[in-house]
Nanobody, 120 residues
Framework: QVQLVESGGGLVQPGGSLRLSCAAS????????MSWYRQAAGKQRELVATITRGGATNYAESVKGRLTISRDNAKNTVTLQMNSLKPEDTAIYYC??????????????WGQGTQVTVSS
């Protein structure tokens, strides 16, 4: 079994910061790309940021310069540092990982989500 568990969400004022964390556990051989997605109320889930195992990153245009994704391969964790938050960043944030269970089996796994609310 593989589990991804997010933490760090909450309520923050516009311009504030939050740090989201996601820890993967279970039968894991290796984790390739890890990502953060978000889904605002009434909208489709969208990709926020990705990071490869080697550390290459990619961001949605709307978050460039404000959000930073990083990972620790030894701990199977990924974080999202969120600065200069805006009300439009309000959403449920989901962690995602492409995980090899063994040399032949891999799958895409999701966390349960953590709520981020940016409001004064």
């Amino acid at each position: 079994q593989v589990q991804l568990v997010e933490s760090g969400g909450g309520l923050v004022q516009p311009g504030g910061s939050l740090r989201l964390s996601c820890a993967a556990s279970g039968s894991i051989l290796r984790i390739n790309t890890m990502s953060w997605y978000r889904q605002a109320a009434g909208k489709q889930r969208e990709l926020v940021a990705t990071i490869t195992r080697g550390g290459a990153t990619n961001y949605a245009e709307s978050v460039k310069g404000r959000l930073t994704i990083s990972r620790d391969n030894a701990k199977n964790t990924v974080t999202l540092q969120m600065n200069s938050l805006k009300p439009e960043d309000t959403a449920i944030y989901y962690c995602n990982g492409e995980i090899f269970i063994d040399s032949f089996r891999r799958g895409t796994f999701w966390g349960q989500g953590t709520q981020v609310t940016v409001s004064s």
